[in-house]
């Protein structure tokens, strides 16, 4: 099993949809999870980070199971500029003070009009 | 503006030829890491770095050497042993553990 998984999709969605994508992890120690966006052959940016009683930015909505091992980024009313690869990002403590940071393989999204 | 630079954005090797990524950050950052993404894939982790003159193996270390001679600086090189080098580079930091990674724009590097 990998450590972190993505449902690779792709997503198409309308203009106005509310779409979900889930990533689980396999290891219970794990501390810190982050959802990262991509665009194509840039480098990813920040989204949001995802606390244990979960988060609200604007349309998107994070949350985190700790008894199922997964986590959730959930998008409202879904704009065309929202088209991208969004990377889950699982840190667990590892060999190093720093820990270590795992990437899932990223969910495509593309919105259409 | 603190930022991560990377250079070259595209890079071209030859057979049997070592190339040398560049990354350097003026955000005083301590821990720094090297990633490899291949086409519909996540970020696979090369080398990282918690301190100057110390670095470790990431999990695809294999073909692939770095130095940490100064804090800012983390160059890359892909060695003539690694066989499959056509990716996409992507050098990161970050202050502590727990905090987000700052991205440089990345390098594509491709085989002639």
């Known amino acids: 099993r990998k450590e972190v998984e993505q449902d690779p999709g792709p997503f198409n969605v309308p203009e106005g949809a509310t779409v979900a994508f889930n990533c689980t992890y396999s290891?219970?120690?794990?501390?810190?999870f982050f959802w990262y966006r991509q665009d194509c052959r840039k480098e990813p940016k920040l989204l949001m980070s995802v606390y244990s009683s979960g988060n609200e930015d604007g349309r998107f909505t994070a949350q985190l199971n700790r008894a199922s091992q997964y986590i959730s980024l959930l998008i409202r009313d879904s704009k065309l500029s929202d088209s991208a690869t969004y990377l889950c990002?699982?840190?667990?403590?590892?060999?190093?003070?720093?820990?270590?940071?795992?990437f899932g393989q990223g969910t495509i999204l593309t919105v259409h009009p | 503006d603190g930022g991560i630079t990377q250079s070259p954005k595209y890079l071209f090797r030859k057979e049997g030829q070592n190339v040398t990524l560049s990354c350097e950050q003026n955000l005083n950052h301590d821990a720094m890491y090297w990633y490899r993404q291949d086409p519909g894939q996540g970020l696979r982790l090369i080398y990282y770095?918690?301190?100057?003159?110390?670095?470790q193996k990431g999990d695809i270390a294999e073909g692939y050497s770095v130095s940490r001679e100064k804090k800012e600086s983390f160059p890359l090189t892909v060695t003539s042993a690694q066989k499959n080098p056509t990716a996409f580079y992507l050098c990161?930091?970050?202050?502590?553990?727990?905090?987000?990674?700052?991205f440089g724009s990345g390098t594509q590097l491709s085989v002639l």
């Open positions: 990161a930091s970050r202050r502590t553990a727990n905090e987000k990674l700052f």
């Open positions: 770095s918690q301190i100057v003159n110390d670095f």
């Open positions: 990002v699982v840190s667990r403590p590892g060999g190093t003070s720093y820990g270590k940071l795992t």
């Open positions: 290891n219970s120690a794990s501390q810190s």
